[in-house]
């Protein structure tokens, strides 16, 4: 069928942030200006770099991390949201997800510098206390609290709340129908123009190639992937992932291969993605079901390679391919 002058117009625009690049694909009317939603884009991803970035010096973050214990320090009003998320899940989920490992983090060598073999011992021997129990948010004055030593470290939900801005920035052009990501955590709005879901991939955790392992159908929804096979330092000849365990300030040593989460933002299906991650799939996916979460477990398998621990509706069998 031929298209009409009232048929809505695909647009694809990208752009740099975080060390890779974020996405949006979208419908919008005939005569549309991509220009302005583009520069809006840009800044929205932008202000989230600039307040939560681990490797630039002057964020707000890193200024936060600087500060003196005990002194109530100011932190914009997006900051403060992703830190009040942050410090939720990790209660809830026992401090499987926690963002104060950043000097685990940089001590093996996946912040800004090398890994330094002093800064792993330090990591390990030091009593460790998750965020939650070291962070006081004021969010009347929008001010934080550190009580113990802690560095903080976003990037277990950083990309996650950036995909919300690039969302939040399609609703205020009055765009319905699209879909937006950063570094493979997506978010879809609404429908596409025929009336079908979106449809995105979920990696086959594979170190040598890049291949779907099954396809997800998401109308409003977002979905993020936490895994072993993108990141990682090798140690005495063993691969270690980029997740931290955070009782410990060491990689996780067994992790599953991967661990997606739906859910209706893409900050909580990031969160939840490094939780369940560290949580492991059998305590993950009890956790999950108490939760009503809907998450996919990858596991390596000897006999099998990657075998799957399918958690809520989306990932049934029905519902994947």
Same mark, same amino acid.
């Given at each position: 069928?031929?298209?009409?002058?009232?048929?809505?117009?695909?647009?694809?625009?990208?752009?740099?942030?975080?060390?890779?690049?974020?996405?949006?694909?979208?419908?919008?009317?005939?005569?549309?200006?991509?220009?302005?939603?583009?520069?809006?884009?840009?800044?929205?991803?932008? *202000?989230?770099?600039?307040?939560?970035?681990?490797?630039?010096?002057?964020?707000?973050?890193?200024?936060?991390?600087?500060?003196?214990?005990?002194?109530? /320090?100011?932190?914009?009003?997006?900051?403060?949201?992703?830190?009040?998320? %942050?410090?939720?899940?990790?209660?809830?989920?026992?401090?499987?997800?926690?963002?104060?490992?950043?000097?685990?983090?940089?001590?093996?060598?996946?912040?800004?510098?090398?890994?330094? *073999?002093?800064?792993?011992?330090?990591?390990?021997?030091?009593?460790?206390?998750?965020?939650? *129990?070291?962070? *006081?948010?004021?969010?009347?004055?929008?001010?934080?609290?550190?009580?113990?030593?802690?560095?903080?470290?976003?990037?277990?939900?950083?990309?996650?709340?950036?995909?919300?801005?690039?969302?939040?920035?399609?609703?205020?052009?009055?765009?319905?129908?699209?879909?937006?990501?950063?570094?493979?955590?997506?978010?879809?709005?609404?429908?596409?123009?025929?009336?079908?879901?979106?449809?995105?991939?979920?990696?086959?955790?594979?170190?040598?190639?890049? %291949?779907?392992?099954? /396809?997800?159908?998401?109308?409003?929804?977002?979905?993020?992937?936490?895994?072993?096979?993108?990141?990682?330092?090798?140690?005495?000849?063993?691969?270690?992932?980029?997740?931290?365990?955070?009782?410990?300030?060491?990689?996780?040593?067994?992790?599953?291969?991967?661990?997606?989460?739906?859910?209706?933002?893409?900050?909580?299906?990031?969160?939840?993605?490094?939780?369940?991650?560290?949580?492991?799939?059998?305590?993950?996916?009890?956790?999950?079901?108490?939760?009503?979460?809907?998450?996919?477990?990858?596991?390596?398998?000897?006999?099998?390679?990657?075998?799957?621990?399918?958690?809520?509706?989306?990932?049934?069998?029905?519902?994947?391919?």
């Amino acid at each position: 069928m031929s298209k009409t002058s009232t048929d809505p117009i695909r647009h694809a625009l990208n752009g740099p942030t975080m060390g890779t690049r974020w996405s949006a694909l979208f419908y919008a009317a005939t005569g549309f200006d991509p220009k302005p939603i583009q520069d809006a884009f840009q800044a929205a991803v932008d *202000e989230v770099d600039a307040q939560m970035s681990t490797w630039k010096p002057d964020s707000d973050l890193m200024r936060l991390n600087a500060g003196p214990v005990g002194e109530w /320090i100011g932190a914009p009003d997006r900051l403060m949201n992703v830190l009040r998320l %942050a410090l939720g899940i990790g209660r809830i989920s026992g401090g499987a997800f926690d963002i104060g490992v950043g000097d685990a983090v940089n001590a093996w060598g996946f912040g800004p510098a090398a890994a330094d *073999e002093r800064q792993i011992r330090k990591a390990f021997a030091v009593p460790r206390q998750p965020a939650h *129990e070291v962070l *006081e948010l004021d969010s009347v004055n929008g001010k934080v609290r550190k009580i113990a030593p802690i560095t903080l470290d976003l990037n277990g939900i950083a990309k996650g709340y950036g995909v919300d801005r690039l969302a939040m920035t399609l609703d205020c052009f009055g765009i319905t129908s699209g879909m937006v990501g950063i570094d493979g955590e997506m978010r879809a709005l609404g429908l596409r123009p025929d009336g079908e879901p979106w449809s995105i991939a979920v990696e086959l955790p594979n170190r040598e190639r890049r %291949a779907p392992h099954s /396809i997800l159908a998401l109308q409003d929804a977002a979905v993020a992937t936490s895994g072993d096979y993108r990141h990682w330092t090798v140690v005495n000849g063993r691969r270690l992932s980029h997740t931290m365990d955070p009782r410990r300030g060491v990689p996780l040593p067994s992790p599953p291969a991967s661990v997606t989460v739906v859910a209706q933002t893409c900050a909580e299906a990031d969160t939840w993605a490094t939780a369940l991650m560290v949580l492991g799939p059998k305590s993950g996916s009890e956790l999950a079901r108490r939760l009503g979460l809907n998450a996919l477990f990858l596991i390596h398998d000897d006999e099998s390679g990657i075998r799957q621990e399918a958690v809520g509706p989306l990932f049934s069998k029905e519902s994947h391919g």
